[in-house]
C-alpha cells in the first residue's frame, strides 16, 4: 500500500517536471536591451547548450562591425574599427588583434549563422571598439559607453499614520518628485537604472511601486489614505544618495474640525540614555550590507566585504584590549536601513557607534581616509532645543512615576554633537599616525545612520575604493589592521575625555 502510493506520486511529479521542462524550452530568453547614447535596441539572446549566445550577424547590425568566414580554417573574421577578432569553431578562445581571450563557452556555428557567447560581449567586442560594454544580466541590459545606470533599492517602512519609501541609489543621482493624480513620478537624472523593489502587499498608502513611462522614470501609486507627501533627499555617504518619500494621512481625517496638533509618530520616538559617562559597549556598524553592495572598486571588491571584515577586526582588538562589550550591527551579509542600525545601538544601549565605511569618487585620484559626524540640517541650535524639550512621566515598576526624556528620532544625535566632533577629532588624529588621510579629514554630513543615533557616534570612510591603489590597499589585512588599531586608539582618548 505504502509502495502503490509512492509510484502515485512519483508518477506525478514527473508528469509536473515534464510539463515545466516543455515551458522553459518553449521560452526564447528575454533579449538584451543594448543600451547607448543613441537610444535603445534590442539584442536577440539564442540558448546553446544552456547557455546564452548572441548571433554575429545581430553583432554586425548593432554595431556597425562586419564578418568574413574562412570556410577552409573553420573560422570567423569580425572586424572591429579596424581591429580584428578571429573566431573558430567550437573554440572557447578568440584572438582579439593577436591578443587571447577566454569565453565560458565555444563559438558555435549552426545553420549557417554564427553564435558567440553572450560573454563576447564586454570581454572581446568591448576591447576591439574600445568601448566599455557592461552587460548587466538581471536587468537584461548591454550598457554601452559611459551611461549613468544607477542602481536603486527600493525599501517600504509601513507605520500606523505613514509609510516611508525609500530608495537607495547607486551612485548618488538626482531625483525630482512630482504629483499627478493618484500617483507620484520620480525622475531620476539619469540614462536608466537597475531597479529591485520588494513585493507590496496593496494597502491604504500605497498600492505599487512601478516603472514609469520612460526608462528614467519610476511610479508610486498611491492610496485612498495618502493625503500628501514630503520628500527628503540625503547623500547616504559619499558613493550613495537616498531619496525618501513619506505619505501621509491627512492630519483632519475623519474630523470635521482641525484635530489638536498630533502627536509626533510613536515609532520615532526613543528614550534617551542620558549623556555618556563612561564607555563600556561600543556599537560597530559595518556599512552596508545583503543587496546594498555599497561601493565597488574598479577590480570589483566590494564595500560591503571590505566594511564587515574591518569591523570583526576592530571588535577582536577592542575585546581584547579594552575588554569592553562590542555589539556589530551586522555579523554576516545581509541588509539593513539606516534607522535599524541606529535604533540597533540605541538598543544596546551603546556609549558610543562607530559607522566604516569605504568611499567613491569619479575622480580617480582622491584616495585617504575620512571622518564624518553628523549635521544637522536645520539649526543646530533650534535642534538640540526640540532635543531638550520632550520629557514626559512615565509609570514606574513598584508605583510612583519617574520622569524620562523622549526625544524625536530626528534630533537624537543633536545632543551628542560636541562629543560626536570631539570623537571624529581623535579618530582623525588616530587614523593619520597610521594611514593616508584625504585633504577633508573630518567633515560633518547628513549621514541617516547617524540622525538617530542617541550617543556619541561617527561615520569612518577608511580609504577610496575607487582608486585604484586604495582599492589594492583595503582588500589587504596589513591595512584593515592599521585601521582597526588606530580607531582603537581613538576610543582610548575618548575614554579618557567621558571619564576624566
Ligand atoms: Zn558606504
Same mark, same amino acid.
Given at each position: 500500500?505504502?509502495?502503490?502510493?509512492?509510484?502515485?506520486?512519483?508518477?506525478?511529479?514527473?508528469?509536473?517536471?515534464?510539463?515545466? @521542462?516543455?515551458? *522553459?524550452?518553449?521560452?526564447?530568453?528575454?533579449? !538584451?536591451?543594448?543600451?547607448?547614447?543613441?537610444?535603445?535596441?534590442?539584442?536577440?539572446?539564442?540558448?546553446?547548450?544552456?547557455? +546564452?549566445?548572441?548571433?554575429?550577424?545581430?553583432?554586425?547590425?548593432? !554595431?556597425?562591425?562586419?564578418?568574413?568566414?574562412?570556410?577552409?580554417?573553420?573560422?570567423?573574421?569580425?572586424?572591429?574599427?579596424?581591429?580584428?577578432?578571429?573566431?573558430?569553431?567550437?573554440?572557447?578562445?578568440?584572438?582579439?588583434?593577436? /591578443?587571447?581571450? =577566454?569565453?565560458?563557452?565555444?563559438?558555435? #556555428?549552426?545553420?549557417?549563422?554564427?553564435?558567440?557567447?553572450?560573454?563576447?560581449?564586454?570581454?572581446?567586442?568591448?576591447?576591439?571598439?574600445?568601448?566599455?560594454?557592461?552587460?548587466?544580466?538581471?536587468?537584461?541590459?548591454?550598457?554601452?559607453?559611459?551611461?549613468?545606470?544607477?542602481?536603486?533599492?527600493?525599501?517600504?517602512?509601513?507605520?500606523?499614520?505613514?509609510?516611508?519609501?525609500?530608495?537607495?541609489?547607486?551612485?548618488?543621482?538626482?531625483?525630482?518628485?512630482?504629483?499627478?493624480?493618484?500617483?507620484?513620478?520620480?525622475?531620476?537624472?539619469?540614462?536608466?537604472?537597475?531597479?529591485?523593489?520588494?513585493?507590496?502587499?496593496?494597502?491604504?498608502?500605497?498600492?505599487?511601486?512601478?516603472?514609469?513611462?520612460?526608462?528614467?522614470?519610476?511610479?508610486?501609486?498611491?492610496?485612498?489614505?495618502?493625503?500628501?507627501? /514630503?520628500?527628503?533627499?540625503?547623500?547616504?555617504?559619499?558613493?550613495?544618495? #537616498?531619496?525618501?518619500?513619506?505619505?501621509?494621512?491627512?492630519?483632519?481625517?475623519?474630523?470635521?474640525?482641525?484635530?489638536? =496638533?498630533?502627536?509626533?509618530?510613536?515609532?520615532?520616538?526613543?528614550?534617551?540614555?542620558?549623556?555618556?559617562?563612561?564607555?563600556?559597549?561600543?556599537?560597530?556598524?559595518?556599512?552596508?550590507?545583503? +543587496?546594498?553592495?555599497?561601493?565597488?572598486?574598479?577590480?570589483?571588491?566590494?564595500?560591503? $566585504?571590505?566594511?564587515?571584515?574591518?569591523?570583526?577586526? *576592530?571588535?577582536?582588538?577592542? &575585546?581584547?584590549?579594552?575588554?569592553?562589550?562590542?555589539?556589530?550591527?551586522?555579523?554576516?551579509?545581509?541588509?539593513? @536601513?539606516?534607522? &535599524? #542600525?541606529?535604533?540597533?545601538?540605541?538598543?544596546?544601549?551603546?556609549?558610543?557607534?562607530?559607522?566604516?565605511?569605504?568611499?567613491?569618487?569619479?575622480?580617480?585620484?582622491?584616495?585617504?581616509?575620512?571622518?564624518?559626524?553628523?549635521?544637522? $540640517? /536645520?539649526?543646530?541650535?533650534?535642534?538640540?532645543?526640540?532635543?531638550?524639550?520632550?520629557?514626559?512621566?512615565?509609570?514606574?515598576?513598584?508605583?510612583?512615576?519617574?520622569?524620562?526624556?523622549?526625544?524625536?528620532?530626528?534630533?537624537?544625535?543633536?545632543?551628542?554633537?560636541?562629543? =560626536?566632533?570631539?570623537?571624529?577629532?581623535?579618530? &582623525?588624529?588616530? *587614523?593619520?599616525?597610521?594611514? +593616508?588621510?584625504?585633504?577633508?579629514?573630518?567633515?560633518?554630513?547628513?549621514?541617516?545612520?547617524?540622525?538617530?543615533?542617541?550617543?556619541?557616534?561617527?561615520?569612518?570612510?577608511?580609504?577610496?575604493?575607487?582608486?585604484?591603489?586604495?582599492?589594492?590597499?583595503?582588500?589587504?589585512?596589513?591595512?584593515?589592521?592599521?585601521?582597526?588599531?588606530?580607531?582603537?586608539?581613538?576610543?582610548?582618548?575618548?575614554?579618557?575625555?567621558? &571619564?576624566?
Amino acid at each position: 500500500m505504502k509502495l502503490r502510493t509512492f509510484h502515485t506520486v512519483a508518477a506525478a511529479a514527473v508528469i509536473i517536471f515534464a510539463t515545466l @521542462s516543455l515551458v *522553459l524550452l518553449a521560452q526564447a530568453p528575454a533579449p !538584451f536591451t543594448v543600451l547607448s547614447r543613441e537610444g535603445r535596441k534590442p539584442l536577440p539572446v539564442t540558448m546553446i547548450n544552456n547557455q +546564452e549566445y548572441v548571433a554575429v550577424d545581430d553583432i554586425n547590425a548593432t !554595431f556597425g562591425t562586419t564578418s568574413r568566414e574562412d570556410q577552409l580554417a573553420g573560422g570567423l573574421t569580425i572586424t572591429a574599427r579596424g581591429q580584428s577578432i578571429v573566431l573558430t569553431a567550437d573554440q572557447n578562445v578568440v584572438s582579439v588583434a593577436g /591578443r587571447l581571450v =577566454s569565453l565560458p563557452a565555444p563559438a558555435v #556555428r549552426r545553420d549557417n549563422r554564427w553564435f558567440v557567447p553572450a560573454d563576447f560581449l564586454p570581454r572581446a567586442l568591448s576591447s576591439a571598439l574600445n568601448t566599455r560594454l557592461d552587460l548587466r544580466r538581471a536587468m537584461r541590459l548591454l550598457i554601452v559607453g559611459e551611461m549613468r545606470v544607477p542602481r536603486i533599492v527600493a525599501r517600504v517602512d509601513a507605520g500606523s499614520t505613514n509609510v516611508a519609501v525609500t530608495f537607495e541609489v547607486t551612485p548618488n543621482t538626482e531625483a525630482r518628485v512630482t504629483a499627478q493624480p493618484g500617483r507620484l513620478v520620480v525622475q531620476f537624472e539619469a540614462d536608466a537604472f537597475e531597479l529591485s523593489v520588494p513585493l507590496i502587499p496593496p494597502q491604504a498608502f500605497l498600492t505599487g511601486i512601478t516603472p514609469g513611462d520612460t526608462p528614467t522614470t519610476l511610479v508610486l501609486s498611491l492610496g485612498p489614505r495618502t493625503a500628501m507627501h /514630503r520628500v527628503t533627499t540625503t547623500q547616504a555617504d559619499a558613493g550613495s544618495g #537616498r531619496v525618501t518619500i513619506d505619505l501621509l494621512a491627512a492630519t483632519t481625517e475623519a474630523a470635521p474640525t482641525p484635530a489638536p =496638533s498630533p502627536a509626533p509618530d510613536t515609532r520615532l520616538v526613543i528614550p534617551t540614555q542620558g549623556p555618556s559617562s563612561g564607555l563600556r559597549t561600543v556599537v560597530i556598524d559595518p556599512g552596508h550590507g545583503g +543587496e546594498a553592495l555599497g561601493t565597488q572598486g574598479p577590480r570589483g571588491t566590494l564595500e560591503k $566585504e571590505i566594511t564587515l571584515a574591518v569591523s570583526r577586526r *576592530l571588535r577582536t582588538l577592542i &575585546e581584547s584590549r579594552l575588554g569592553l562589550k562590542v555589539f556589530l550591527t551586522r555579523d554576516d551579509d545581509r541588509t539593513l @536601513s539606516a534607522d &535599524e #542600525r541606529s535604533a540597533f545601538a540605541n538598543n544596546h544601549r551603546a556609549d558610543v557607534m562607530l559607522s566604516i565605511h569605504a568611499n567613491y569618487a569619479v575622480r580617480p585620484a582622491l584616495k585617504g581616509a575620512e571622518v564624518y559626524y553628523l549635521t544637522v $540640517e /536645520r539649526a543646530d541650535e533650534e535642534a538640540r532645543k526640540k532635543a531638550d524639550a520632550n520629557s514626559t512621566t512615565l509609570p514606574a515598576l513598584g508605583g510612583g512615576s519617574r520622569a524620562i526624556d523622549l526625544i524625536l528620532w530626528e534630533t537624537a544625535q543633536a545632543r551628542y554633537l560636541e562629543q =560626536s566632533a570631539a570623537l571624529a577629532g581623535f579618530i &582623525e588624529q588616530s *587614523l593619520a599616525a597610521r594611514v +593616508e588621510m584625504s585633504p577633508r579629514a573630518v567633515q560633518q554630513a547628513p549621514f541617516r545612520v547617524l540622525v538617530g543615533a542617541n550617543m556619541p557616534a561617527a561615520l569612518v570612510e577608511i580609504g577610496y575604493l575607487s582608486n585604484a591603489e586604495q582599492e589594492t590597499q583595503l582588500a589587504t589585512a596589513a591595512y584593515q589592521d592599521q585601521v582597526a588599531l588606530a580607531l582603537l586608539d581613538a576610543l582610548v582618548k575618548f575614554r579618557s575625555l567621558l &571619564e576624566p
